[in-house]
């Protein structure tokens, strides 16, 4: 059965740095655009990034563009976050996900594969 999990969230201090990382297992995603998302205490699940099957093509919402990166390493089969420039609004389950419909996806309804999430905070 295919699943994704994250890893690498924590506790961190406002400035800080973490990189998140998604494993695929059970089958391989290499072909799929991928992206992730993140969800707050009593807010909706929001898009933070998105990229491309073959690592070429990127975007992300506008909350974190210039401070986040991710990548892919599709002989891993896993996606990364780069996140730097940590800011206490960050604080969030942080979760990736298969898009359905190709690149471009910013919904949460069109990703399918929901990761169960990795848990990041920022104190001030």
């Known amino acids: 059965q295919a699943q994704l999990v994250e890893s690498g969230g924590g506790l961190v201090q406002a400035g800080g740095s973490l990189r998140l990382s998604c494993a695929a297992s059970?089958?391989?995603?290499?072909?799929?655009?991928m992206g992730w998302f993140r969800q707050a205490p009593g807010k909706e699940r929001e898009f933070v990034a998105a990229?491309?099957?073959?690592?070429?093509?990127?975007n992300y919402a506008d909350s974190v563009k210039g401070r986040f990166t991710i990548s892919r390493d599709s002989a891993k089969n896993t996606v990364y976050l780069q996140m730097n420039s940590l800011k206490p609004e960050d604080t969030a389950v942080y979760h990736c996900?298969?898009?359905?419909?190709?690149?471009?996806?910013?919904?949460?309804?069109?990703?399918?594969?929901w990761g169960q999430g990795t848990q990041v905070t920022v104190s001030s």
């Open positions: 996900a298969v898009s359905r419909i190709g690149f471009g996806a910013k919904l949460p309804t069109q990703y399918s594969y």
């Open positions: 059970g089958r391989t995603f290499a072909s799929n655009a």
């Open positions: 990229i491309s099957w073959s690592g070429g093509s990127t």
